[in-house]
């Protein structure tokens, strides 16, 4: 069974730091790209950070110089530090594996997904 499994969301304030976690089973992990999205209430959900089989990382423009992705293959596992969070990264944060990525933060490339974890920064 594929699952995909979010952690590591929860209350900050703004300024504050909050490390996501997602746990990959089922599947090769080293034959997909894994991709961190995010959906606010009442917005579409968007791209945030992508990091590609041959270790390319991409970020939305929102977001680059505050987050960092990073992978530990050994653990299936793909990490997403953000730092300097503010109201507006408000959301529910989901990871996705993608196996023939083209479009980085096209959704409809993405194969699996998760169930999200909750974000919310306080102002």
């Known amino acids: 069974e594929v699952q995909l499994v979010e952690s590591g969301g929860g209350l900050v304030q703004a300024g504050g730091s909050l490390r996501l976690s997602c746990a990959a089973s089922g599947f090769t992990f080293d034959d997909y790209a894994i991709a961190w999205f995010r959906q606010a209430p009442g917005k579409e959900r968007e791209g945030v950070s992508c990091?590609?089989?041959?270790?390319?990382?991409h970020y939305v423009d929102s977001v680059r110089g505050r987050f960092t992705i990073s992978s530990d293959t050994a653990k299936n596992t793909v990490f997403l530090q953000m730092n300097d969070l503010q109201p507006e990264d408000t959301a529910i944060y989901y990871c996705?594996?993608?196996?023939?990525?083209?479009?980085?933060?096209?959704?409809?490339?993405?194969?699996?997904w998760g169930q999200g974890t909750q974000v919310t920064v306080s102002s």
């Open positions: 990091i590609t089989t041959d270790g390319n990382i």
């Open positions: 996705a594996a993608s196996y023939t990525i083209s479009t980085i933060f096209d959704s409809d490339n993405y194969d699996y």
